[in-house]
């Protein structure tokens, strides 16, 4: 059967058609930005968001957008269906693995969870299993994830810096030897030219990324996107300003963590600390 081809020409990811209906009802109806978020009661730059499809919005916003364009239904089904959009994840994914290939340098933050590129298998296997992986698909995950730390090896590989929460270290994993040896990795992994390892105590407070892990990735033409991702679903942000305002969430972050020689000693007290086998 031939595969049927789209008739508007618009978008056929939920995501960006969701974003292009939105662009489209606004710019028909010749209101700004601000003037509807002034008619609407909400912040304009949300409605902006949307626009660029950085933010789907809440379904209370969506349903105040269909009663102002006249549109009973239309946007919040195109919400729903961009909300529940898994396509989309992968294809987002597969562009951010093709950049990340192409990357310079590499900067992370971790809220809960070692970043692959330090991962040991057994880490692997334990954090992608609670994910409810198993059998065949557990282990092509685990392959996949070991290949992807060959980006760290070589003469050309990128500068790698990475924040990890105290969260990330307090979370064991049940297997006690295979956590010593995912310590002695970090540790080992700290030690290489291109790599910075820090650890964001829990004694440095409240802090702004408090809930999403953030990938920059620098390019060879000069330019940095970003990756944010979170246990349901991951966004690459490429708009420069969008990226800018994460930099600056960053860069907040690195201040309040410790210096690379003090998370060493972080890590290496840890394993100090680990009780011994009878």
């Given at each position: 059967m ?8 618009r ?6 058609r ?11 109806s ?14 304009w ?5 949307m ?5 789907l ?8 957008l269909d ?6 239904g ?39 969870v070692?970043p692959?590129?330090?991962q ?9 299993t ?13 392959d ?13 590989a ?17 297997n ?8 002695e990795?970090?540790a080992?992994m700290?030690?290489?030219p291109?790599?910075?390892v ?20 620098r ?7 970003a990756?944010?991702e ?11 300003e ?26 290496l007290r840890?394993?100090?600390?680990m009780?011994?086998?009878?």
């Amino acid at each position: 059967m031939a595969q049927r081809r789209p008739i508007t020409g618009r978008s056929q990811e939920p995501r960006q058609r969701f974003a292009e209906e939105l662009r489209t009802l606004r710019a028909a109806s010749g209101m700004s930005l601000r003037a509807l978020g002034e008619r609407l009661g909400w912040d304009w730059s949300l409605f902006g968001k949307m626009e660029k499809g950085e933010t789907l919005g809440s379904p209370e916003v969506v349903q105040a957008l269909d009663t102002h364009y006249g549109t009973p239904g239309l946007l919040l089904a195109l919400w729903e269906l961009a909300a529940g959009d898994h396509t989309q994840f992968r294809e987002r994914y597969r562009r951010y693995m093709a950049l990340e290939s192409e990357a310079v340098s590499l900067w992370h933050f971790a809220v809960s969870v070692l970043p692959g590129l330090l991962q040991t298998p057994g880490y692997a296997r334990e954090v992608l299993t609670a994910g409810g992986l198993k059998g065949k698909e557990l282990d092509q995950q685990i392959d996949a994830r070991m290949g992807r730390r060959e980006l760290l090896e070589g003469e050309d590989a990128p500068r790698f810096r990475t924040i990890l929460s105290e969260a990330v270290l307090r979370t064991a994993l049940l297997n006690a030897h295979e956590w010593q040896g995912q310590l002695e990795h970090l540790a080992e992994m700290a030690e290489r030219p291109n790599v910075v390892v820090h650890v964001l105590p829990f004694s440095s407070g409240p802090y702004g990324l408090d809930s999403t892990d953030v990938w920059f990735l620098r390019l060879r033409q000069g330019r940095t996107v970003a990756y944010t991702e979170n246990a349901h679903r991951g966004d690459l942000i490429e708009d420069g300003e969008a990226v800018e305002k994460l930099q600056s969430a960053y860069d907040a972050v690195r201040d309040l963590a410790l210096t690379p020689a003090e998370s060493k000693k972080f890590v290496l007290r840890m394993l100090e600390e680990m009780p011994c086998e009878p």
